[in-house]
């Protein structure tokens, strides 16, 4: 296996929240990186909200999350989610990625990231927002 996808959800200053409580639900050990963590502060509402989050629990249930910048508009339900494409081969990472951006709109370039090597996002001609990351352990 070289590739999966995770469910990946948007919140308006409550993915910490969420991801506690996930975890009540399921266990498992939680991973944060806040804005403020990544030096990038000014784009949330609050540094201390979540850039990065992910839930992984020993049964193999995963869940990521984090805080929509406050430059971007978030009603709950619309724009809710992303599919979240995560890959042990580089090579695999960049062809997906030099597919999906045809008639896409790059959101975030593919370059390095506080919880990857190599991760970027973009929202693809049908209107679905991907982020593609190189697994940093294989």
């Excluded at 590739?3 to 910490?16: D, E, G, M, Y």
């Excluded at 580089?90 to 990625?97: A, C, H, K, L, T």
Aim: glycine share 6%; aromatic share 10%.
């Amino acid at each position: 296996m070289s590739a999966t996808v995770t469910t990946h959800l948007n919140f308006k200053c409550k993915a910490r929240q969420a991801l506690t409580f996930y975890k009540s639900v399921f266990g498992g050990q939680l991973s944060v990186v806040t804005y403020a963590d990544a030096h990038d502060a000014g784009s949330a509402e609050a540094p201390d909200d979540v850039m990065w989050g992910q839930l992984l629990a020993d049964s193999g249930f995963r869940i990521m999350a984090y805080d929509v910048q406050s430059a971007k508009s978030w009603h709950p339900g619309e724009n809710a989610m992303y599919v979240v494409v995560e890959e042990t081969k580089e090579d695999n990472v960049v062809s997906y990625w030099s597919k999906l951006i045809e008639q896409a709109e790059i959101i975030q370039p593919l370059q390095p990231s506080p919880w990857s090597p190599l991760s970027g996002m973009v929202k693809d001609q049908f209107g679905v927002v991907w982020v593609l990351s190189l697994l940093k352990h294989v």
